[in-house]
């Protein structure tokens, strides 16, 4: 079935950069994980002990509870490992807090696991409970929010930021123009050729993020500011994004959506949030509201809020198009790091490399670590775009 997507995707032309997909299939080692080399310093204070011998339990934990996008990534995570012989277990907090994961890290290095992958609620507050795990040696690898380099042996990277943020802002931009989504050519060479013909008011956007301090939101927020800064959009989109926060809490974004209905003030919501982008999906439609959506959504959770078809008119929806990533694949490549971390001394440093086996209808792929802001990142994927083309496949998947 993954083969039929990857087709319909690599009409986009911004997927150039997609993993290969093959139709290899590699049979899943049955034995447990071999003995391990001790995981290298990633610095802090505390040296290492004794290191993982890949036994134990394999801990993934989400931001919180109760968010699809968690429980996929999780789902590609746990088929991965568990196919090698490992014990995988699922953790997240209730409340999207640093303090509720810190609690549940702290019980769980108590217990003795033997690694921890981590979405975070936040840059700081880790420390005392990142050096704990890091004393009884318990490798830490970060998926789509960052940990601390401090810790982490590195971060798997769904995308790169900065395509992200300038995706979305073209997103936006495109959609208040009335423009659908530019199948086979790049979004920003169409702005390219629309916008100075644009003699309207000044476009507003908005943004409906998660928390005021979750990492992984105000990286691409950071990226949106740094595209609307580019001159094409002078004079013709602000600079400045109207931002709120609903803490990926369905209840907290439908309020925040209702804040900028009520205020109309923005001309479309950019929601990078799937929690956000649902809520506000509702919120818009329900009101008839003008302010159309885009953002980072699952399908099938926005099905109702965008067309579905090829011959559907796509702003008779809120949200006309929409981004997102292979996110079960996405959980499989952090799968793939912590085996290499715990069978073959995998750092995570600069340059070193580690070699996933084929999953689903990914072929075997090899990935090389590379450095971005003093940090080691595994570049897993690229965004796709879910359009009026291809939603019909993929609410069936994601
Ligand atoms: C939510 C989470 C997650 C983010 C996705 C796009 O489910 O906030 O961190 O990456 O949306």
Same mark, same amino acid.
């Given at each position: 079935?993954?083969?039929?997507?990857?087709?319909?995707?690599?009409?986009?032309?911004?997927?150039?950069?997609?993993?290969?997909?093959?139709?290899?299939?590699?049979?899943?080692?049955?034995?447990?994980?071999?003995?391990?080399?001790?995981?290298?310093?990633?610095?802090?204070?505390?040296?290492?002990?004794?290191?993982?011998?890949?036994?134990?339990?394999?801990?993934?934990?989400?931001?919180?509870?109760?968010?699809?996008?968690?429980?996929?990534?999780?789902?590609?995570?746990?088929?991965?490992?568990?196919?090698?012989?490992?014990?995988? #277990?699922?953790?997240?907090?209730?409340?999207?807090?640093?303090?509720?994961?810190?609690?549940?890290?702290?019980?769980?290095?108590?217990?003795?696991?033997?690694?921890?992958?981590?979405?975070?609620?936040?840059?700081?507050?880790?420390?005392?409970?990142?050096?704990?795990?890091?004393?009884?040696?318990?490798?830490?690898?970060?998926?789509?929010?960052?940990?601390?380099?401090?810790?982490?042996?590195?971060?798997?990277?769904?995308?790169?930021?900065?395509?992200?943020?300038?995706?979305?802002?073209?997103?936006?931009?495109?959609?208040?123009?009335?423009?659908?989504?530019?199948?086979?050519?790049?979004?920003?060479?169409?702005?390219? #050729? #629309?916008?100075?013909?644009?003699?309207?008011?000044?476009?507003?956007?908005?943004?409906?993020?998660?928390?005021?301090?979750?990492? $992984?939101?105000?990286?691409?927020?950071?990226?949106?500011?740094?595209?609307?800064?580019?001159?094409?959009?002078?004079?013709?989109?602000?600079?400045?994004?109207?931002?709120?926060?609903?803490?990926?809490?369905?209840?907290?974004?439908?309020?925040?959506?209702?804040?900028?209905?009520?205020?109309?003030?923005?001309?479309?919501?950019?929601?990078?949030?799937?929690?956000?982008?649902?809520?506000?999906?509702?919120?818009?439609?329900?009101?008839?509201?003008?302010?159309?959506?885009?953002?980072?959504?699952?399908?099938?959770?926005?099905?109702?809020?965008?067309?579905?078809?090829?011959?559907?008119?796509?702003?008779?929806? $809120?949200?006309?198009?929409?981004?997102?990533?292979?996110?079960?694949?996405?959980?499989?490549?952090?799968?793939?790091?912590?085996?290499?971390?715990?069978?073959?001394?995998?750092?995570?440093?600069?340059?070193?490399?580690?070699?996933?086996?084929?999953?689903?209808?990914?072929?075997?792929?090899?990935?090389?670590?590379?450095?971005?802001?003093?940090?080691?990142?595994?570049?897993?994927?690229?965004?796709?775009?879910?359009?009026?083309?291809?939603?019909?496949?993929?609410?069936?998947?994601?």
């Amino acid at each position: 079935m993954m083969k039929k997507f990857l087709a319909l995707m690599l009409s986009v032309s911004m997927l150039a950069g997609l993993a290969a997909c093959g139709s290899k299939e590699t049979e899943a080692p049955a034995e447990a994980p071999a003995q391990t080399e001790a995981p290298a310093e990633t610095g802090g204070d505390a040296e290492p002990a004794a290191p993982s011998d890949g036994s134990g339990k394999h801990i993934f934990m989400f931001k919180s509870t109760g968010n699809s996008f968690g429980d996929l990534m999780y789902e590609g995570y746990s088929e991965y490992m568990n196919a090698l012989g490992y014990e995988t #277990e699922y953790d997240s907090p209730a409340e999207t807090t640093v303090a509720a994961q810190v609690q549940m890290l702290d019980e769980l290095i108590t217990q003795g696991v033997a690694s921890i992958t981590i979405s975070t609620n936040g840059d700081t507050g880790y420390d005392e409970v990142f050096e704990k795990a890091k004393a009884a040696g318990i490798p830490i690898i970060s998926i789509d929010s960052e940990a601390s380099v401090n810790y982490r042996l590195a971060h798997i990277n769904q995308a790169e930021v900065q395509d992200i943020g300038s995706y979305l802002v073209q997103a936006a931009v495109l959609i208040t123009l009335g423009i659908d989504y530019p199948e086979g050519k790049e979004m920003e060479d169409v702005l390219a #050729e #629309e916008l100075p013909n644009y003699s309207g008011d000044e476009i507003v956007l908005g943004v409906l993020s998660a928390g005021v301090d979750t990492p $992984v939101q105000n990286s691409w927020i950071a990226a949106m500011e740094v595209e609307l800064a580019k001159d094409m959009y002078k004079g013709k989109v602000s600079p400045n994004l109207d931002k709120k926060y609903g803490n990926d809490d369905f209840q907290e974004s439908t309020t925040q959506a209702n804040a900028f209905v009520a205020e109309n003030k923005v001309d479309c919501i950019i929601s990078p949030t799937t929690v956000g982008i649902a809520a506000a999906g509702q919120v818009l439609k329900e009101a008839g509201s003008e302010i159309k959506l885009t953002g980072l959504g699952l399908p099938s959770e926005m099905q109702g809020f965008m067309p579905l078809k090829a011959d559907d008119d796509a702003f008779a929806s $809120v949200c006309p198009y929409m981004m997102l990533w292979d996110v079960i694949h996405l959980g499989a490549v952090a799968g793939a790091a912590v085996d290499a971390a715990v069978t073959n001394g995998w750092t995570g440093a600069e340059g070193e490399t580690f070699t996933m086996a084929a999953f689903r209808d990914y072929a075997e792929e090899e990935y090389t670590v590379y450095t971005q802001n003093d940090g080691t990142f595994v570049l897993a994927g690229t965004p796709y775009i879910f359009y009026k083309g291809n939603m019909a496949e993929w609410i069936n998947v994601l």
